[in-house]
């Protein structure tokens, strides 16, 4: 079974000593603290999916080479738990140079289509969020809005539903460009999240930097940030629900971290989110090979 490994420590400042990680035998081996006779928790690499480093830590480059080896990214947080970079396997497809050839041809005759279904997606699953809260005003809104957005989203439909969704979560005041303790929470989420879909895009011998909608010179994960749309309400309802106040301390990082090995459906069945994404970008592929019209997306159970 894939694991998510978080050395970041917390937002606390009681949760901050030092963490050495080692490799022996095809595994991690983790102690915390500085005393070389302290325990050690041994993980396979084989079943580390996203390796999650912060800023006190002790490791080699071997530690790394082993996780990407088996196909794991490694992601690493800055000082506020923002994504600062993120390491991919180069190896996880036989096939990635054709599946590349391909993404680069076919993907700008069928980026408008898709880009429209993510985001009706997105804001369906916002809108259920929001009514599974009593929310039933708002949450009516945005499925009106959902059905308007049209291939592309020329309109930006998603941006509107936006300022309607955030402040009806977290209150009139709520701004996502702030560095309240729920942005510090939802922050990390999204890293989280943005990592697992990057290591499945590769998985599928994709290239994480052809996107649909996103682009940019500096953006070299853009398809991961187009296919984790409709997957960013299940980070928002688990911050939600958290306890307030909240705080990214290990508890509330345990829960989010939970959330990738939640249950969702996907096309018809229920599978772990770690997982519906590897059959997500599979289905990108199938797109791309003229095999259906649409993606396998991950929905809200």
């Known amino acids: 079974m894939r694991r998510i490994i978080d050395l970041s420590g917390s937002a606390s400042s009681h949760d901050a000593g030092l963490v050495r990680v080692r490799?022996?035998?095809?595994?991690?081996?983790?102690?915390?603290?500085?005393?070389?006779?302290?325990?050690?928790?041994?993980?396979?690499?084989?079943?580390?999916?996203?390796?999650?480093?912060?800023?006190?830590?002790?490791?080699?480059?071997?530690?790394?080479?082993?996780?990407?080896?088996?196909?794991?990214?490694?992601?690493?947080?800055?000082?506020?738990?923002?994504?600062?970079?993120?390491?991919?396997?180069?190896?996880?497809?036989?096939?990635?140079?054709?599946r590349l050839r391909q993404q680069i041809d076919k993907l700008p005759a069928c980026a408008h289509r898709l880009w429209q279904q993510l985001v009706r997606s997105k804001i369906v699953a916002q809108a259920r969020l929001l009514r599974a809260a009593d929310d039933y005003a708002i949450a009516d809104r945005l499925d009106t809005m959902a059905d308007a957005v049209a291939p592309g989203d020329p309109a930006n439909v998603?941006?509107?539903?936006?300022?309607?969704?955030?402040?009806?979560?977290?209150g009139a005041h709520f701004r996502r460009d702030d560095t309240s303790p729920e942005n510090v929470m939802l922050n990390y989420g999204y890293a989280?999240?943005?990592?697992?879909?990057?290591?499945?895009?590769?998985?599928?011998?994709?290239?994480?930097?052809?996107?649909?909608?996103?682009?940019?010179?500096?953006?070299?994960f853009a398809l991961a940030d187009d296919l984790m749309e409709p997957a960013r309400p299940i980070i928002d309802q688990l911050v939600m629900t958290l306890p307030v106040p909240r705080e990214l301390d290990r508890a509330g990082k345990r829960a989010i971290l939970g959330s990738m090995l939640a249950d969702v459906d996907i096309g018809g069945h229920s599978a772990r989110l770690i997982e519906a994404y590897e059959q997500t970008c599979t289905s990108l592929r199938d797109v791309l090979a003229g095999e259906r019209p649409l993606l396998d997306l991950p929905a809200l159970l």
Do not use: Q
Not at 29 to 47: F, K, N, Q, S, Y
Not at 48 to 77: D, F
Not at 158 to 170: G, Q
């Open 158 to 170: 998603e941006a509107t539903a936006a300022r309607l969704y955030w402040p009806a979560l977290f």
């Open 23 to 98: 490799i022996d035998k095809g595994c991690l081996l983790i102690a915390h603290g500085i005393d070389e006779d302290a325990e050690e928790i041994r993980v396979p690499t084989h079943e580390v999916a996203v390796l999650v480093l912060g800023h006190r830590l002790a490791l080699s480059g071997a530690v790394l080479g082993a996780v990407s080896a088996n196909g794991g990214a490694v992601l690493s947080l800055d000082d506020r738990f923002r994504p600062a970079g993120l390491m991919l396997p180069v190896a996880g497809n036989f096939a990635h140079a054709a």
């Open 192 to 220: 989280v999240l943005r990592s697992v879909v990057a290591r499945a895009v590769c998985a599928a011998g994709l290239h994480p930097a052809l996107g649909l909608h996103h682009h940019g010179a500096y953006d070299s």
